[in-house]
């Protein structure tokens, strides 16, 4: 089965009950699950392949500023399939183009987009590590 890892991020923490409810209402597993906040540091770590794009501050910023609750997705397609859930990056996208996805519910703007998603399955092992990388993983 394929794995990635998905993260809430601090603006939608409000909402992680419902984030939840969706992967799992959606087939997806959830393998580990873990919450906790990011240093500005473990954040500037997690992001490093966009540093220097003018976001990046601000991603820093939103996501070392409050909890994390950082999952391993498993399921077939898994990696694409939250992508899917997670609908655009942008909020205002997404709540045009895909509304009933979970940016366009629980999302704010560009950068508070209330949720991560791995791209690439090699992206998706660095990111799950980076997070359960303490754990026996079995
Ligand atoms: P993620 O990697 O978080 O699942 P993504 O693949 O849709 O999201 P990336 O391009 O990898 O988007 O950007 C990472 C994060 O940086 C986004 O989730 C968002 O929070 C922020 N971001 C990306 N593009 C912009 C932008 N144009 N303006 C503001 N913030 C942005």
Not at 19 to 29: D, F, Q, V, W
Not at 54 to 65: Q, R
Not at 102 to 131: K, M, P, V, W
Request: with cysteine; charged share 20%.
């Amino acid at each position: 089965q394929e794995t990635t890892c998905a993260m809430i991020k601090p603006d939608a923490m409000c909402a992680a009950g419902k984030i939840i409810e969706c992967i799992l209402s959606n087939g997806l597993l959830i393998k580990h699950m873990r919450m906790c906040q990011l240093s500005r540091k473990e954040a500037e770590e997690f992001y490093q392949v966009h540093k220097g794009k003018p976001f990046y501050e601000a991603l820093i910023l939103l996501v070392s500023s409050g909890p994390v609750i950082a999952m391993e997705l498993v399921g077939e397609n898994a990696l694409c399939r939250w992508r899917f859930l997670l609908g655009p990056t942008s909020t205002e996208v997404a709540r045009i183009k895909a509304p009933s996805s979970i940016r366009a519910q629980y999302g704010s703007d560009t950068t508070r987009n209330a949720c991560h998603g791995s791209d690439t399955h090699e992206n998706a092992r660095i990111e799950t590590l980076f997070f359960f990388k303490c754990w026996n993983m079995g």
